[in-house]
């Protein structure tokens, strides 16, 4: 077992797996992309200030999305 630092909120966190995010911000992170996944789903071709106007889902969050290849804007 190791010790990493959470690359959301700096948390010292134990891990024996591969995780970059402490529990607290893996759930935030979970529930975070389901709300922009779901308005993407009904309004795509949104913008990130579209997104972030009607979700408040921070705009860093909305980059880290885009840059993990999680969601795309067109």
Not at 9 to 22: A, L, N, P, V, W
């Amino acid at each position: 077992m190791g010790y990493k630092i959470c690359q959301v909120c700096g948390k010292f966190i134990r891990t024996s797996s591969d995780e970059e995010m402490c529990e607290t911000c893996m759930d935030r992170d979970t529930m975070e992309y389901s709300a922009v996944k779901n308005y993407l789903v009904s309004h795509q071709g949104a913008s990130m200030a579209e997104i972030y106007t009607n979700t408040r889902i921070p705009l860093k969050t909305i980059k880290r999305f885009i840059q993990d290849r999680r969601i795309e804007l067109r």
